[in-house]
């Protein structure tokens, strides 16, 4: 079954550093790979999708992520954090060839952004 | 563009109260998800449905629960003879058939069960 391991339950950073979320996935077969974003009381909003075109994929706020085969990861990164990036953010994978869409998501990073 | 919407955003009941939650999808989605989270978990799939029909149900969604969209429009998620491991945030998700992996969600209906 598809899985994905986020390193970090938290991760916090300064305003202006840079935010990198880690993400993991565990196939043979890379599937499709999303994170999405919730903020707080909020339902999850999609941020950035890979669907096996272009490795490096940019999504919304200034995020981007970039699959990597090798190491069958999708970590997502952004050069300079602002308060508002503060947010739980969710990666979630889905096999290429199923049928059936439900996500199976990741426990999630609580993302801190320090003044 | 008004999203997908969820009635009511919180809702706190007594142990062994039936509740009933709604989620109205993006009008054009065809298919809709309820997903259910916990504190400090991501969201787990419950089930599924392609207009009308549920094509898929988790292991998770016991006998009290049921869900249902009779038209192919909005949709209700029941859950009877509440248990305080209710407790959870419900989330519906809507996507359209050509972007199945693309899934919208809605705010999410809070249950608190006492």
């Known amino acids: 079954a598809q899985s994905v391991t986020q390193l970090g339950s938290h991760v916090s950073v300064s305003e202006g550093a840079l935010v990198l979320l880690r993400c993991n996935y565990s196939?043979?077969?890379?599937?499709?790979l999303f994170w999405y974003v919730q903020y707080p009381n909020q339902g999850l909003q999609l941020l950035l999708k890979?669907?096996?075109?272009?490795?490096l994929v940019k999504g919304i706020n200034g995020f981007e992520a970039e699959f990597k085969k090798s190491e069958t990861s999708f970590h997502l990164t952004k050069p300079s954090a602002h308060m508002s990036d503060a947010a739980e953010y969710f990666c979630?994978?889905?096999?290429?060839?199923?049928?059936?869409?439900?996500?199976?998501f990741g426990k999630g990073t609580r993302l801190s952004v320090i003044a | 563009d008004t999203g997908v919407s969820q009635d009511p955003r919180h809702k706190i009941t007594k142990r062994g109260q039936n509740v009933t939650f709604r989620c109205d999808p993006i009008?054009?989605?065809?298919?809709l998800y309820w997903y259910r989270q916990t504190l400090g978990q991501g969201p787990e799939f419950l089930t599924y449905?392609?207009?009308?029909?549920?094509?898929?149900k988790s292991r998770l969604l016991s006998d009290r629960f049921s869900a249902e969209r009779p038209k192919g429009s909005f949709s209700t998620l029941e859950i009877q003879r509440t248990e305080q491991g209710d407790s959870a945030m419900y989330l519906c998700?809507?996507?359209?058939?050509?972007?199945?992996?693309?899934?919208?969600f809605g705010p999410g209906t809070r249950l608190t069960v006492t």
């Open positions: 979630a994978p889905r096999p290429l060839n199923s049928g059936n869409t439900p996500l199976v």
């Open positions: 998700a809507s996507s359209p058939v050509e972007a199945a992996y693309e899934q919208y």
């Open positions: 449905f392609q207009n009308e029909a549920q094509l898929e």
């Open positions: 890979y669907t096996s075109a272009a490795t």
């Open positions: 009008s054009e989605h065809n298919r």
């Open positions: 196939s043979s077969v890379p599937p499709y």
